[in-house]
T-cell receptor, first 119, second 111 residues
Framework: GAGVSQSPRYKVAKRGQDVALRCDPISGHVSLFWYQQALGQGPEFLTYFQNEAQLDKSGLPSDRFFAERPEGSVSTLKIQRTQQEDSAVYLC?????????????????FGQGTRLTVV | DAKTTQPNSMESNEEEPVHLPCNHSTISGTDYIHWYRQLPSQGPEYVIHGLTSNVNNRMASLAIAEDRKSSTLILHRATLRDAAVYYCILRDRGTGNQFYFGTGTSLTVIP
């Protein structure tokens, strides 16, 4: 596809359940980001990959959150033992550029997000 | 990271220009000013970005103050499809690719 694809679009999890959220970035994009967006708030940064390397995970709220991008393309955000406060939209974005790339190449393209509801 | 300040909400009549302000008094010399917008139930989408000079593209114009402590996103003719939350973001090429969003400005377009 032409854009960033996220699946599932909606996920309902029982408290304590583990969930895995998938992101298919635009082909060839080096950078990949995960964001968490609570209702009525702006997106909050979670983590950043450059190819398969996770260069920044400073935004992950707890050790229950884990992200990977093993082959430098598809990424998975995993949340273990979900809690009600994890309910949010999880957004994935990708961009062509890297840290040393042209700013022109650092426009980020976002997916539509996965809405996670923990009950 | 340098912070931005935007009004929570603004209204505009359809077909009229809209000026969305953003204050970023702690901007550093290497920060680029980016604007993204988020339509309901969608992910954010890129609008425009700049460093020092005013910028124009097919979507909007970006006017940057001479001291770079503020900027204004200009939509020349608002349409109903422009109703969205607009985020002004500072992005430092030197230290990372992360985008730090604030709460943005919710734009209502009145028909």
């Amino acid at each position: 596809g032409a854009g960033v694809s996220q699946s599932p679009r909606y996920k309902v999890a029982k408290r304590g359940q583990d969930v895995a959220l998938r992101c298919d970035p635009i082909s060839g994009h080096v950078s990949l980001f995960w964001y968490q967006q609570a209702l009525g708030q702006g997106p909050e940064f979670l983590t950043y990959f450059q190819n398969e390397a996770q260069l920044d995970k400073s935004g992950l709220p707890s050790d229950r959150f884990f992200a990977e991008r093993p082959e430098g393309s598809v990424s998975t955000l995993k949340i273990q033992r979900t809690q009600q406060e994890d309910s949010a939209v999880y957004l994935c974005a990708s961009s062509l550029g890297s840290l040393t790339g042209s700013v022109r190449n650092t426009e980020a393209f976002f997916g539509q997000g996965t809405r996670l509801t923990v009950v | 990271d340098a912070k931005t300040t935007q009004p929570n909400s603004m209204e505009s009549n359809e077909e009229e220009p809209v000026h969305l302000p953003c204050n970023h008094s702690t901007i550093s010399g290497t920060d680029y000013i980016h604007w993204y917008r988020q339509l309901p139930s969608q992910g954010p989408e890129y609008v425009i970005h700049g460093l020092t000079s005013n910028v124009n593209n097919r979507m909007a114009s970006l006017a940057i103050a001479e001291d770079r402590k503020s900027s204004t996103l200009i939509l020349h003719r608002a349409t109903l499809r422009d109703a969205a939350v607009y985020y002004c973001i500072l992005r430092d090429r030197g230290t990372g690719n992360q985008f730090y969003f604030g709460t943005g400005t919710s734009l209502t377009v009145i028909p």
